[in-house]
Nanobody, 120 residues
Framework: QVQVVESGGGLVQSGGSLRLSCAASGSIVSMYDVAWYRQAPGKRREWVATISSGGSTTYGDAVKGRLTISRDNAKNTVYLQMNILKPEDTALYYC??????????????WGQGTQVTVSS
């Protein structure tokens, strides 16, 4: 069974750093584009960053210059390094990964999310 699990969230002071991980497991043949999203209480889910299978990256304006997305294809894992965190970065962070399984089927998978809380 293919699944995606996020980890690395926590409570951090304003200006601090965290590194989130998005690990895909199961009968995975290939991992394609992977994106991070976040959702704060009472707000819509917001796109944060995307990394392509080739390593190209794009970022939302709110996080550009402070967050860095990267990937380790050997581990089927994508990371989100978060620096200079602000209270407005407080949210549940989700990973969305396009994965091909051993049957050749390509699907988009969501994880359960990891909570990031930034105190002022």
């Amino acid at each position: 069974q293919v699944q995606v699990v996020e980890s690395g969230g926590g409570l951090v002071q304003s200006g601090g750093s965290l590194r989130l991980s998005c690990a895909a497991s199961g009968s995975i043949v290939s991992m394609y584009d992977v994106a991070w999203y976040r959702q704060a209480p009472g707000k819509r889910r917001e796109w944060v960053a995307t990394i392509s299978s080739g390593g190209s990256t794009t970022y939302g304006d709110a996080v550009k210059g402070r967050l860095t997305i990267s990937r380790d294809n050997a581990k089927n894992t994508v990371y989100l390094q978060m620096n200079i965190l602000k209270p407005e970065d407080t949210a549940l962070y989700y990973c969305n990964a396009d994965l091909a399984d051993s049957s050749g089927r390509l699907r988009s998978y969501w994880g359960q999310g990891t909570q990031v809380t930034v105190s002022s």
